[in-house]
T-cell receptor, first 113, second 116 residues
Framework: EAQVTQNPRYLITVTGKKLTVTCSQN?????MSWYRQDPGLGLRQIYY???????DKGDVPEGYKVSRKEKRNFPLILESPSPNQTSLYFC????????????FGSGTRLTVV | AQKITQTQPGMFVQEKEAVTLDCTYD???????LFWYKQPSSGEMIFLIY??????QNATEGRYSLNFQKARKSANLVISASQLGDSAMYFC?????????????FGQGTRLTINP
């Protein structure tokens, strides 16, 4: 089954404790992105990757890091999480050109206390 | 400026009625794509329908259709014969450029509630 797999689904952590949210896709897509969703703001892009070793900032990259060492994986790293990073996070992938749907993971609900 | 605007924070509709969710967009790129996603209470993002800027016909997928009015820059989602399971958050999104796959810009969303 074609899918984007995110882990974990839920995470509660404390301020400053480094964490990684994993994302993996099995569709051989070139493009992968991370978004965060906050009430009233819709989804905003954090980082994206156009292919292996090619990443760039989205609209809200502060406090996040990513890497793309393999085509299928695109982890999101919070080196020192803060409460304002409490959010619902989505990983998404797409082929090029992106006609049709982007495929989203199931989401990770992160709470930083 | 907002690139995608959804002016209806919430809508309430009777079951079996048709419903239109509004979406206007702003771009100067002649090539773009418009998407609608559904987010049920479980949280996942479900792709519903896609319209390319050069598509001559309005997109349709089962009970979903996209009312694409290019001159008005609007891309409203129409759901025919609504069902209780249609209750969810709905997002309109845009990709700019034919190869601009790296970014979808989302609206704020509309929460649709279907009443029995």
């Amino acid at each position: 089954e074609a899918q984007v797999t995110q882990n974990p689904r839920y995470l509660i952590t404390v301020t400053g404790k480094k964490l990684t949210v994993t994302c993996s896709q099995n569709m051989n897509h070139e493009y992968m992105s991370w978004y965060r969703q906050d009430p009233g703001l819709g989804l905003r892009q954090i980082y994206y990757s156009m292919n292996v070793e090619v990443t760039d900032k989205g609209d809200v990259p502060e406090g996040y890091k990513v890497s793309r060492k393999e085509k299928r994986n695109f982890p999101l790293i919070l080196e020192s999480p803060s409460p304002n990073q409490t959010s619902l996070y989505f990983c998404a992938s797409s082929s090029s050109p992106a006609v049709g749907g982007y495929t989203f993971g199931s989401g990770t609900r992160l709470t930083v206390v | 400026a907002q690139k995608i605007t959804q002016t209806q924070p919430g809508m309430f509709v009777q079951e079996k009625e048709a419903v239109t969710l509004d979406c206007t967009y702003d771009t100067s790129d002649p090539s773009y794509g418009l998407f609608w996603y559904k987010q049920p209470s479980s949280g996942e993002m479900i792709f519903l329908i896609y319209q390319g800027s050069y598509d001559q016909q309005n997109a349709t997928e089962g009970r979903y259709s996209l009312n694409f009015q290019k001159a008005r820059k609007s891309a409203n989602l129409v759901i025919s014969a609504s069902q209780l399971g249609d209750s969810a958050m709905y997002f309109c999104a845009m990709r700019e450029g034919l190869r601009g796959a790296q970014k979808l810009v989302f609206g704020q969303g509309t929460r649709l509630t279907i009443n029995p």
